[in-house]
């Protein structure tokens, strides 16, 4: 299933778009470990990868530009976002490398990480002063991870969250760090072949499902308890990213 030219597996990108933009519109975040977790396992991770870049770009600006001006928060997450951007570069090398089942255990690693995570009540609190050297740190593993995987949310996520952002800021920078990761991974895949105009209109077209996904997800975001679907959309994530990572031993 690794071609584009079949009908079942462009209904499959279809379903997994639609899904993946639904799951961003109620929580936020999720769609590109949704798309990697779900195509990458019927598909070369890398092609996964390339499909979402567009679809990652257009939701995550349509988040930022719901809020207020996003420069403050640009001057200070900014070596977070140049830490993405290396990292993403240094680490891609095993994303397009071809070793498409050392990258699927890895991705299924990390799914299970994050979905653990979100059963854990522990929050950190980071001061100003350990901002300043954490941030491009965690930028540049957060980088890696994507590059290597395609997933954008460890250690971003619980970082960003652990920085004392007011509610409206805070949904502005978990949309603009995978924003910027997205945009780090087209270059990256572009670069190393993998992103060539086939791919790029097939995310194009990818992005259609996604943004209807995330419409219908923010609209039920006010009309069903956020708390139970985020606990089941965990529980799934690891029940996928065990069963990838067993399947890739």
């Known amino acids: 299933m690794s071609g584009l030219d079949s009908p ?46 567009l679809p990652a770009v257009v939701t995550n600006i349509w988040q930022i530009a719901a809020g207020p001006s996003v420069l403050p928060l640009l001057r200070r997450l900014w070596t977070m976002m140049a830490g993405i951007c290396v990292g993403t570069w240094a680490g891609s090398g095993l994303l397009t490398g071809g070793n498409a089942e050392q990258t699927r255990f890895a991705l299924g690693l990390i799914l299970v990480l994050y979905g653990c995570m979100g059963f854990t009540p522990i929050r950190f609190t980071v001061s100003a002063r350990a901002e300043r050297w954490l941030s491009p740190v965690m930028g540049v593993i957060t980088g890696l991870l994507n ?12 970082y960003i969250q652990s ?25 990256s895949l572009a670069g190393g072949g993998v992103l060539g105009l086939s791919l790029a209109g ?18 039920l975001r006010l009309r069903v308890s956020e708390v139970v679907f985020r606990r089941a959309f965990f529980a799934g994530l690891i029940a996928l990213g065990a069963w990838l990572a067993l399947r890739n031993l």
């Open 163 to 187: 920085l004392g952002l007011d509610r409206e800021r805070l949904i502005q920078a978990l949309a603009l760090s995978p924003l910027v990761s997205a945009l780090a991974l087209g270059v």
């Open 8 to 53: 079942l597996l462009w209904l499959a990108i279809t379903c997994v778009f639609v899904f993946a933009g639904f799951v961003k519109g109620v929580i936020g975040v999720g769609l590109p470990t949704v798309v990697m977790g779900l195509l990458g396992a019927v598909m070369p991770p890398a092609q996964a990868a390339s499909l979402l870049v």
């Open 202 to 219: 097939a995310s194009l077209l990818a992005m259609v499902p996604a943004l209807a996904g995330m419409y219908v997800g923010q609209w």
């Open 147 to 158: 590059g290597a995987t395609g997933v954008m949310v460890i250690p971003a996520l619980p």
